[in-house]
């Protein structure tokens, strides 16, 4: 399973294995890793799950599409790194994916 290290805005550092086929959101619920709620289920409705992703790995990833980069514009604190979780499905390739976690999610 690859593993997914969460930091929280105080500092506070989670480092999980996340199952395939999961999203950084869903591992962050599963883990009970404080600052993400996931108050849509995933359905990228309330961006709830907003992460920065760290350095290199956010040019791994598909770019936000047209949803996510709106429900981005309602997330608090967003970044040139911001990203929804439940939008960032764990694969293989994302063994060691750092995300850090807002202040507050709204």
Excluded: K
């Excluded at 989670?14 to 086929?21: A, I, N, R, S, T």
């Excluded at 600052?35 to 992703?53: F, L, M, Q, R």
């Excluded at 790995?57 to 790194?81: Q, S, V």
């Amino acid at each position: 399973m690859p593993m997914v290290t969460y930091i929280e805005s105080g500092g506070r550092v989670h480092q999980v294995d996340v199952p395939l086929g999961l999203s950084v959101m869903e591992g962050a619920l599963r883990f009970a890793i404080p600052g993400i709620e996931g108050d849509c289920g995933g359905a990228g409705a309330c961006a709830t799950c907003h992460v920065y992703v760290e350095g290199a790995w956010g040019e791994r990833l598909a770019p936000p599409d047209a949803l996510e980069t709106a429900m981005l514009a309602t997330a608090f604190d967003t970044r040139l790194n911001s990203r929804l979780g439940c939008q960032i499905e764990v694969d293989e390739t994302l063994d060691g994916l750092v995300v850090r976690l807002p202040e507050r999610q709204y």
